[in-house]
């Protein structure tokens, strides 16, 4: 009886752990292990960088996200390291990075990837005033939602933010929350804004998620050297025993209105 409900009590614990999905012609690929829907009513704010909890992950468990694009150079060979180790990530994107590469953005909706939110034109919000940052947010959004489903609305079909330079206040905080938008901090990051070669920065990155051990990992999709990087880094992720979380919005959100 005790083992039984040992038993009970463990699968409780984690409840959407899943073989992930065969990977097409790379039986060996890193993979997708499951699906974590995220809401803004559980969980409004996460990421240990700037915040006290952060997504609900086992360990080794991560989450991959990139930000700033899309760009021409740069995120195509990104997506194309993804798609071949089956990886779903999520991109916070700028509205004039989509304005300029829409087709882009629609690459990365299409092979399955999340698409949040990071403003227009990346200015630092903690310092403007309220409805000033709050439409710079809106414009982002909007530029977003038109390239990638046609219309032009600050309702995100993902309703998921990140600060640019992780520079939030109170009240902004507080109105992305009674819009139920899950703003995303990070809790390890591969500072690839500072200039280093792809093998120094893959070493960085690994050293760093091998301390924290599991978590949402802060990439940038606009810098070559992580683009890079990237092939190597999920093989070796891959080798290391950890397992890709895709985050997407809890509901159907998209579909309602
Ligand atoms: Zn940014």
């Not at 901090?185 to 051990?213: C, H, K, N, T």
Request: proline residues 7%.
């Amino acid at each position: 009886m005790i083992r039984i409900i040992s038993i009970v009590a463990a699968a409780a614990l984690i409840p959407m752990v899943a073989a992930a999905e065969p990977c097409p012609g790379h039986p060996d690929a890193l993979g997708t292990e499951r699906v974590l829907a995220v809401d803004a009513k559980s969980t409004p704010r996460v990421g240990r960088k700037s915040f006290p909890d952060t997504l609900p992950l086992q360990r080794k468990e991560l989450v991959l996200t990139f930000d700033d694009g899309p760009w021409s150079g740069t995120t195509p060979k990104v997506l194309d390291a993804l798609k071949s180790e089956c990886v779903r990530a999520t991109f916070f994107q700028l509205g004039r990075n989509v304005a300029t590469n829409p087709a882009i953005a629609r690459r990365e909706l299409a092979e399955g990837h999340s698409l949040g939110h990071h403003t227009f034109s990346h200015p630092l919000l903690d310092h403007m005033a309220p409805a000033k940052a709050e439409a710079e947010i809106d414009r982002g959004i909007a530029e977003d939602e038109f390239a990638l489903y046609g219309r032009r609305r600050n309702d995100p079909t993902t309703p998921f933010f990140r600060f640019p330079g992780f520079a939030s206040n109170r009240a902004l905080l507080d109105r992305l929350q009674a819009r139920h938008i899950v703003v995303f901090g990070a809790d390890v990051w591969a500072s690839d804004w500072l200039p280093m070669s792809p093998a120094q920065e893959l070493q960085l990155i690994l050293g760093r998620i091998d301390r924290a051990g599991s978590g949402i990992v802060l990439f940038h999709d606009t810098k070559a050297q992580t683009a890079a990087m990237l092939p190597a880094f999920l093989r070796e992720l891959k080798r290391r025993g950890y397992r890709i979380v895709h985050v997407v919005p809890a509901g159907n959100r998209g579909n309602s209105n």
